[in-house]
């Protein structure tokens, strides 16, 4: 187990440290369950960003919720460690929510940073297929920044599981 795999009390903890150091914080969330290319694209476009990167992870229950009895592929303390091995990432923290509005709200990060596939609250009405962002309204409530990172198309975490049920289909 990772010593940067943290609780949420100790993340606000060492908060108060790196604000006394300058350092700006950005934070992602999301499940994480096969790593690819639009991942660490998205990790590394976000770590840039600021000066250290945490990213709230989905809770195995949590994701349950988001994607269906099947998911996740991969249990949360493992994905907790993949993360924590990709250059980027400083801080990793397991939530049980199904947004990381609770997270935001406490944490209250610089940063906040999301793929592009949502759509920020001034852009809903131009958008041709708009995808909110839930936690938008709590990180502009205490001046929090909103960035999203283009998705890189073709690589996400279903295209993927469907490629691989194909293949073992046609076996």
Known sequence: MSENLLNLEKLIELRQQWRAAGKRIV???????????????????????????????????????????????????????????????????????????????????????????????DQLEFAQTPKPLPEEPVVRSYGGLVRLVPFLPGHSTAELIAKILQVYAKD
């Not at 947004?99 to 999301?114: D, G």
């Open 27 to 121: 934070f992602t969330n999301g499940v994480f369950d096969l790593l690819h290319l639009g991942h660490v694209q998205y990790l590394t476009a976000a770590r840039a960003m600021g000066d250290l990167l945490v990213i709230g992870l989905n809770s195995d229950g949590s994701v349950k919720q988001l994607k269906g009895p099947t998911r996740p592929l991969v249990a949360e303390q493992e994905r907790a460690e993949v993360l924590l091995a990709l250059r980027p990432v400083d801080y990793v923290t397991i939530f049980e929510e199904t947004t990381a509005e609770n997270i935001l709200r406490q944490l209250q990060p610089e940063i906040y940073v999301k793929g592009g596939d949502y759509t920020l609250q």
